[in-house]
């Protein structure tokens, strides 16, 4: 499986659009109920000046549930951080009111967190509720913060504490060594005591003095709360200590009430904030928000300790206009996209999550060196799929860095076993090392599954069967038994790579050999892809004892869509991310496929496309395979 949608869990519209009299403003309207997400600017409709905006919000289930991209990070679902892509996926929405043409949005992440509502209406604008354009929640809260003496030792008049108050002021507190510390003031001392406790209380004394601030201690501890509740209070602390590391703080948070700045407040940094461009308007929104999502992990991973360009909460996105049609003096209106209440399963507001799943194992596609290729393109990588009752586990033994030693042998004499010394093999220093040119180092893939990459050059009389043999231990192993702790033996039939005269162009025969027409929406299903020529002719002997023969494709993709409308609910994935690209092993291609995906009591078709290195461009089969997915529940 290489793409797993997570629908927005909150979504509202907000606006300080005028109400039908021109005269009010709908500043405290919530549109948070509505299955419709509205983004606009308008300029000049009350007077020859006045500007009106509508901004949309939007939350993922990011860190917060057992189904959230943390857990299914966690449970090896979905791989690390540079190994996948996450879209922010928004579908527009047709309606009969004016479109804008040729504008930008910007995404972007909100800085603190707010709450959805139950309003609804979109054109009077009477529902008030929570989030709005002036408020993020009803609750209203002060923001805190947090300062810990580490090593008053190492703490000294070098350590300087800068606390951004609610309304900008900046608050600065400087180490001292003299036991007094001055306190009230907007710059001033706090003394390095005799322990980090009371170096602590000392800080503690020294901001709770401050008109804008107060603070309390326990132990080391010290918690610094701004006066005035709200958003605003979400600021900045920062610590300057060249001598080490014996204070440390962690920036505001937790703020509530009203927004810093009235339309919502988001992130501006590059990482965290991207665009969209509208030729038509009728455009949906598909854009790569991945370095703000693993901002978001990470502040799951510490805690929300680390509030910083690498560390973010898991606040959500706004989309707006961007700034440059918001202040424009001509109107935007109206840009629809459907809102997560929509009765439309797969036009729900979603980041989708895209890898390269694909273990290409050419343990049935195995070549000896040759001339006739590059040193890369002689590398053969074969796997080994560690399974315990059924699940793919990873092996205890294997070192912290997840290597695993494989070594390759001739036949016994009935070529049944390995046996002998293990080949020499063509040694690179990157997975197989010259002076130890007898042994492979192979790595950890993903859960339970390893592989190892190594070429090898024929004798002069060509082995029909070689075995690989996977270990732990010495990497210098040089026979068969050898190695300290045996993990699995397979084979391999080798050939040889020969030029020829004339370009191939290959048609192929498909046909999924598990095939069902009916799956759950609970489960995920592996369909596995027969290939063979078009122009295969067997003889009256090899149709008699042999089937066809195995033409495994090295570069396959998959198309999903949905028969009654022809739409695509996933697309050949064959450009950068490569989603879609099959898996291949001995009994040819194959591929996961997530069933909850995909809206129950509706037929689906699969279509294939491969790589054709001959034309240099992908080629659809002909092919259509149909099932339906049935709910679960109706079981």
């Given at each position: 499986m290489a793409v797993k949608r997570y629908?927005?869990?909150?979504?509202?519209?907000?606006?300080?659009?005028?109400?039908?009299?021109?005269?009010?403003?709908?500043?405290?309207?919530?549109?948070?109920?509505?299955?419709?997400?509205?983004?606009?600017?308008?300029?000049?409709?009350?007077?020859?000046?006045?500007?009106?905006?509508?901004?949309?919000?939007?939350?993922?289930?990011?860190?917060?549930?057992?189904?959230?991209?943390?857990?299914?990070?966690?449970?090896?679902?979905?791989?690390?951080?540079?190994?996948?892509?996450?879209?922010?996926?928004?579908?527009?929405?047709?309606?009969?009111?004016?479109?804008?043409?040729?504008?930008?949005?910007?995404?972007?992440?909100?800085?603190?967190?707010?709450?959805?509502?139950?309003?609804?209406?979109?054109?009077?604008?009477?529902?008030?509720?929570?989030?709005?354009?002036?408020?993020?929640?009803?609750?209203?809260?002060?923001?805190?913060?947090?300062?810990?003496?580490?090593?008053?030792?190492?703490?000294?008049?070098?350590?300087?504490?800068?606390?951004?108050?609610?309304?900008?002021?900046?608050?600065?507190?400087?180490?001292?060594?003299?036991?007094?510390?001055?306190?009230?003031?907007?710059?001033?001392?706090?003394?390095?005591?005799?322990?980090?406790?009371?170096?602590?209380?000392?800080?503690?004394?020294?901001?709770?003095?401050?008109?804008?601030?107060?603070?309390?201690?326990?132990?080391?501890?010290?918690?610094?709360?701004?006066?005035?509740?709200?958003?605003?209070?979400?600021?900045?602390?920062?610590?300057?200590?060249?001598?080490?590391?014996?204070?440390?703080?962690?920036?505001?948070?937790?703020?509530?009430?009203?927004?810093?700045?009235?339309?919502?407040?988001?992130?501006?940094?590059?990482?965290?904030?991207?665009?969209?461009?509208?030729?038509?308007?009728?455009?949906?929104?598909?854009?790569?928000?991945?370095?703000?999502?693993?901002?978001?992990?990470?502040?799951?991973?510490?805690?929300?300790?680390?509030?910083?360009?690498?560390?973010?909460?898991?606040?959500?996105?706004?989309?707006?206009?961007?700034?440059?049609?918001?202040?424009?003096?001509?109107?935007?209106?109206?840009?629809?996209?459907?809102?997560?209440?929509?009765?439309?399963?797969?036009?729900?507001?979603?980041?989708?999550?895209?890898?390269?799943?694909?273990?290409?194992?050419?343990?049935?596609?195995?070549?000896?060196?040759?001339?006739?290729?590059?040193?890369?393109e002689n590398l053969n990588t074969i796997y080994f799929y560690n399974y315990f009752r059924g699940q793919l586990r990873n092996i205890p033994d294997i070192p912290t860095d997840n290597k695993i030693h494989v070594s390759i042998f001739s036949g016994s004499s009935d070529d049944s076993a390995p046996a002998g010394s293990a080949l020499i093999l063509v040694g690179d220093n990157t997975h197989v090392r010259v002076a130890a040119n007898t042994v492979i180092t192979g790595g950890l893939v993903s859960t339970g599954i390893y592989s190892a990459s190594f070429a090898a050059t024929a004798a002069a009389t060509p082995l029909n069967t070689i075995y690989d043999v996977w270990f732990s231990g010495s990497d210098t192993v040089t026979d068969s038994t050898g190695a300290s702790v045996r993990y699995h033996t397979s084979s391999i039939k080798p050939e040889t790579l020969y030029g020829s005269s004339i370009a191939p162009a290959s048609e192929y025969v498909s046909s999924i050999t598990n095939f069902k027409s009916v799956y759950r929406d609970n489960e995920t299903a592996r369909f596995r892809i027969y290939t063979r020529q078009k122009d295969w002719s067997p003889t009256i002997y090899t149709k008699a004892t042999a089937q066809a023969e195995v033409n495994i494709v090295e570069s396959g993709s998959y198309e999903i869509y949905r028969v009654v409308d022809d739409l695509k609910i996933v697309s050949y994935g064959t450009g950068s991310d490569l989603h879609t690209q099959m898996s291949i092993d001995t009994s040819g291609s194959y591929f996961d496929l997530d069933m909850q995906m995909l809206e129950p009591g509706y037929m689906y078709g699969i279509k294939f496309a491969y790589y054709n290195n001959s034309v240099g461009s992908w080629v659809e089969q002909p092919e259509t395979f149909k099932f339906r997915v049935e709910s679960r529940q109706s079981e």
């Open positions: 629908w927005a869990q909150s979504d509202n519209t907000i606006t300080n659009a005028f109400e039908e009299n021109l005269t009010t403003r709908a500043t405290g309207s919530n549109m948070g109920a509505s299955d419709i997400l509205e983004v606009f600017s308008i300029y000049a409709q009350a007077s020859s000046t006045s500007a009106e905006k509508s901004r949309a919000l939007l939350k993922f289930d990011v860190t917060a549930s057992t189904n959230s991209i943390q857990s299914d990070r966690t449970a090896g679902t979905i791989p690390a951080s540079g190994s996948v892509s996450f879209y922010l996926r928004l579908f527009n929405a047709p309606h009969s009111q004016t479109l804008p043409k040729n504008f930008t949005m910007d995404v972007a992440a909100v800085s603190g967190s707010w709450e959805e509502g139950n309003g609804l209406d979109m054109d009077a604008y009477r529902d008030k509720d929570s989030s709005n354009w002036v408020n993020a929640s009803d609750t209203s809260a002060a923001a805190t913060a947090t300062v810990t003496v580490v090593d008053y030792n190492e703490a000294g008049a070098s350590n300087s504490i800068v606390v951004l108050t609610t309304d900008g002021t900046t608050v600065t507190a400087t180490g001292h060594g003299s036991t007094t510390t001055t306190d009230g003031s907007d710059s001033g001392t706090f003394a390095i005591a005799t322990s980090n406790n009371a170096t602590a209380t000392t800080i503690k004394n020294f901001f709770d003095a401050h008109a804008k601030l107060s603070a309390t201690v326990t132990d080391a501890v010290v918690t610094i709360t701004q006066a005035t509740a709200g958003r605003a209070g979400n600021t900045t602390i920062t610590n300057t200590d060249p001598g080490g590391t014996g204070i440390t703080v962690t920036n505001f948070k937790a703020g509530a009430g009203k927004w810093a700045n009235e339309g919502g407040d988001y992130y501006t940094d590059t990482s965290s904030s991207f665009s969209a461009s509208f030729d038509t308007g009728t455009e949906d929104i598909e854009v790569d928000i991945s370095s703000l999502v693993e901002q978001w992990l990470s502040s799951s991973a510490n805690s929300e300790d680390d509030f910083d360009m690498g560390s973010k909460n898991d606040d959500g996105v706004g989309v707006y206009n961007s700034s440059t049609y918001e202040s424009a003096a001509r109107s935007y209106y109206t840009k629809k996209f459907f809102g997560r209440g929509t009765e439309f399963f797969f036009k729900r507001p979603c980041i989708e999550a895209r890898w390269d799943s694909a273990t290409k194992d050419d343990r049935g596609t195995f070549f000896y060196s040759s001339s006739l290729a590059t040193a890369d």
